[in-house]
């Protein structure tokens, strides 16, 4: 008896939880899409410090991964031998890209 009570019970429960709500379509609007195929990269990029004082590029391209787009100088500092520019940015799937949604390379 007992056991019968407990299979009806998980039968009432299961009905709840799965069949008793309705289904509900989502649209997927342009931006959600965008959100989607896009990763916010960083990359350091190493100088030496004899021949600049400051970053030669106040921007670079960026294409890995099957992501591509353009990273701008986030900041700049140098240890004495090198010159070091940290740049970021937003960039956006371009083929077939994993689903991570950020990424950092150094």
């Known amino acids: ?35 989607s195929n896009s990763r916010t990269v960083s990359v350091t990029e190493v100088f030496d410090a004899s021949q600049y004082d400051e970053p030669p590029y106040n921007s670079i391209p960026y294409n890995s991964g099957g992501y591509s787009g353009t990273l701008e100088l986030e900041r700049s500092w140098t240890n004495g031998d090198y010159l070091y520019a940290r740049y970021s940015g937003t960039v956006y799937c371009t083929g077939t890209c994993p689903i991570a949604s950020s990424s950092e390379k150094e």
């Open 1 to 35: 008896m007992g056991k019968k009570v407990s299979v009806l019970v998980s039968m009432i429960l299961f009905g709840i939880l799965f069949i008793g709500g309705p289904l509900q379509a989502k649209s997927v609007d342009e931006d959600d899409f965008e959100a």
